[in-house]
Structure formats: C-alpha cells, structure tokens
C-alpha cells in the first residue's frame, strides 16, 4: 500500500532501504534508525504502556472484589464498560490520524487517560469501580494510531510485519500486567501496608509509566518519514490535491465494505483475546484453586505469547502475499482463525490444570496470529481513509469484545468453561464473511482478478 506522496520533493538520506514514497522497504526491529525505527519503537512502546494500564486491573480483581464487594454482576459490567470505551475512542482515533498524524494523536490520549488510571486508588463502590473501567479504555484507542504510524513509515512489501511486530509487542502489555500487578502488590504489602491499601498504591505505577511514553512520543515521534503532518497539509493545501475535511475523509472510509467486514473478523480475534485477558486469571483462580500469583503467571504467558505470535500473523500475512497476491492473505486469515477457533473450544472443554495451560497457549499463538493477519489486509483497503479503515477494524475488535463478554460471560447461567467453548465457535462463524471480499485488480479467495479492470493499484487507493 502506498500513502500520499510525501511532502519533501528531494529525498533525504536514510539508513534503510525506502521506496519513491521515502517508506522503508526493510525492517530492523532491533535498530533505532531515524526516523523509521524511531518511530516503529515509540509506537509499541506507547500502546504497550496502554496497553498495561487497562489491564493492570484484572489480575487484582480477587482483592478488589473483597473490599470493594463487588458482585459477579459488577466484575462483569465493569469488564463491558472498559471495552466500551475503546470502541467509541477507536473509531473516533481513525479520523483524528487521518487529520493531525498517528503522533499527536497517540500522545494525547495517553496524557489524557493516564490520570485516570491513577484515579482507580480512590474507588470506593461498584459504580465508581465501573466507571473508571469505562474512561481507562479509551487508552485503547492508542491502537489505531500505532497500526496507522506503521502504515505511513513501512513500504507494502514489510508492513505486515510492521504492523504485526509494534501490535504484538504492545500486546505483551496484557501479559506483563497480569504478571506484575500481583507481585508490585505482594512487594507493597510487605511493608505492613494493609492489603486494601496496597491494591490502590500499585496503581501509581501504570499511570506514571504512561504518561512517561507518551512525553517520548511528542519529544522523539515523526508522524511521515520526510517530516509531521502539519509539513504535509500545508504542502498538500499548496499542490493541486483536494484538502477532504473530516466528513469527506470519514464517510469514504464508512462506504468501504471491506472496512466492515475485517472489523467483524477483528472482534472475533483480537476481540477474543481482550475477553481472555479480562478473565483468564479469575477463571484460573476460581476453577483450579490455584492462589492469585499463579493464576497471574499462567494468564500472564496468554498475553506475554503476543512477542512473537501476532508477529508471525505479519510474516505470515506478507509471505502469503508475496506468493499468492491478496488471495493468499485472505487465505492465511481465513485458516489461521478458525484454528484459533476450535482451540478455543477445545480450552473449554478439558478438565485438567495443565491441559487447560497447554490448551490455552496453543490458543493464544493462533488467536494473535490472526490479529497480525487482519492488519496485513487493512493497509490495502484504503489509501484515503487509512486511518477510517484502522478505526473501524480496530474498534471492531472491541465490540467483538463487548459482545461475547455480554452473551456469555457477564451473569450468564452457563459455566466459564461452556462459555468459552461457545465463545469458539462463535470465531469460526465470524471468519466466513471473508469470502466475500474482493478487489478488482487482486481478486478474491475464490475470485480472480478483474480482467475487465485497468484500474492501476495508485489510481484504485485514490478512488476507495
């Protein structure tokens, strides 16, 4: 895929390959060339913080729900309001990038919700507790700004993997707070500090941690290799190109049925995998009597497995388009999903501790590949309204979220493992509308290419 042409006529000098749009055409995960790499090591960094924030509150849910008293009911709409919030700040993200760059962008919803976690040490009811579960998940929404910063730094040929890598590290967030939350909470109370204090005082550290990134991103991030989009606009405002506004922008991405079609697809995969971060660890702890530093250490390795699982869905996504076209993308995703599926079935349904853990780390590689593989296809969607397409993909994954969480796991009278078995097969449904979408100039899974269309690919992006 290919952004708007960039705002600098001469090409400046990079330490990495880049093609005619200056976006590298290489990817060094390990390096910190500028602005490239930079800007792909802030992206992850920031989400990863994000990402630790909103879920720095489930591995402690065992205390909080004891001095707190909250019920199951509460657990569960509190679980629903922080995917709630996400889908709203996701779609809105998609908009405001395609506007003031993935930068600006990015760092102010971190600023913007990094209070808020810190706030979490001062609920003292079921409704307050709620609420805050709501407003923490608009740092989610950092997600598409990642997901759009890779698209506008890496060439085609590499941006699955871009996009696959920066997600999935930041993904790992998940897990290193299932992880830490319960260990800075043991380390606080052995300094005599009561338990129903020490749970309030951990929550110091994802907010300071937040806010620390996204100070980096404003003082370090390039949104475009040849400068920031407030260079771009006024380059843009002064050549022959139509200045959209956000409605023009918004409303051709809204048209695009393919957008919808992979937010369905999402909210089955990285929409699953949010549900299994929310109760993995109580589901642990309540069915196999294991006590809370376990049950966060076996959720941890769910989310921690994001280090190189939805990396893979990249390279996998990238290899398959290499060789088959956009059909082998679709492919990739198609299969790789509804593996995930029935593993999710599978978790439900076997009765042992280590089976369950065996079971349940099978699930979270395949799970996160298909996350990796979904955002391999959205950069081709729209060149347009990139950040539109990224907004609706990326909050589909939270109503997916929302919406297993609220059939299935939010007072249901069925049991957690029936549920997540359910929860399966409801991925492996979600994956078939895959079928249908289709590009004149790539084709389909089951369609071949347009022999009728002479539409160039740089002509199709400008039309969609």
């Known amino acids: 895929m290919e952004d708007p042409p960039s705002p600098r006529k001469n090409i400046p000098s990079f330490t990495i390959p880049v093609d005619s749009d200056n976006k590298a055409t290489q990817f060094h995960p390990f390096s910190l060339s500028s602005p490239h790499m930079v800007a792909f090591h802030l992206a992850w960094l920031s989400l990863f913080s994000c990402f630790f924030s909103t879920f720095s509150i489930p591995p402690l849910i065992p205390i909080i729900r004891e001095d707190l008293k909250l019920s199951q009911s509460d657990i569960g709409a509190a679980g629903i309001a922080s995917f709630v919030g996400s889908i709203f700040s996701r779609f809105a993200m998609g908009p405001v990038c395609d506007m003031v760059g993935p930068r600006i962008a990015s760092a102010t919803v971190s600023l913007l919700t990094a209070p808020i976690i810190l706030a979490t040490s001062l609920v003292s009811s079921p409704a307050s507790f709620v609420l805050i579960r709501f ?5 989610l929404a950092n997600f598409v700004a990642n997901q759009f910063w890779m698209s506008s730094m890496f060439s085609g040929c590499v941006v699955g993997l871009a996009n696959g890598v920066s997600a999935g590290w930041a993904n790992m967030g998940t ?4 992880l830490a939350m319960p260990l800075i909470f043991t380390a606080i109370s052995y300094f005599n500090v009561p338990l129903f204090t020490a749970w309030r005082l951990a929550f110091i550290i994802p907010s300071l941690f937040q806010a620390s990134t996204a100070i980096l991103v404003l003082l370090y991030g390039q949104d475009l290799p ?3 989009y407030k260079e771009f606009k006024k380059t843009r405002k002064n050549s022959k190109e139509e200045d959209e506004n ?4 918004l409303f051709n991405g809204l048209k695009n049925y393919r957008g919808w079609i992979l937010a369905l697809t999402y909210g089955y995969s990285f929409g699953v995998e949010l549900t299994i971060d929310n109760i993995i660890a109580q589901y642990f702890y309540d069915r196999f009597k294991v006590n809370i530093r376990v049950a966060g250490t076996i959720a941890a390795t769910f989310g921690l497995a994001n280090w190189f699982s939805r990396p893979m869905g990249g390279v996998v996504s990238d290899a398959m388009g290499k060789r088959f076209g956009m059909r082998g993308r679709l492919w990739g995703l198609w299969v790789v999903q509804t593996v995930a599926g029935l593993l999710c079935v599978l978790l439900g349904r076997v009765n042992s501790l280590w089976s369950s853990i065996v079971v349940m780390c099978a699930f979270s590689v395949f799970v996160q590949a298909a996350s990796g593989l979904t955002f391999g296809v959205v950069p081709f ?12 993909t990326g909050s589909g994954g939270t109503v997916g979220a929302v919406v297993t969480q609220m059939l299935l796991f939010s007072g249901s009278k069925l049991s957690k493992q029936t549920s997540i ?3 399966g097969l409801m991925m492996i449904v979600a994956t078939l509308p895959l079928t249908l979408i289709y590009f004149p100039q790539w084709g ?9 269309s002479n539409l160039a690919s740089h002509q199709y992006y400008l039309l969609q």
């Open 135 to 139: 407003l923490v998940g608009f740092s």
């Open 175 to 178: 897990g290193l707070a299932q």
């Open 226 to 228: 040849c400068g920031n």
């Open 246 to 249: 956000f409605l023009h922008v």
């Open 381 to 392: 969607v729209s060149k347009r309204s990139l950040g539109v397409i990224s907004g609706m």
């Open 421 to 423: 078995s359910l929860m």
């Open 444 to 452: 389909g899974m089951f369609c071949a290419p347009s022999s009728g």
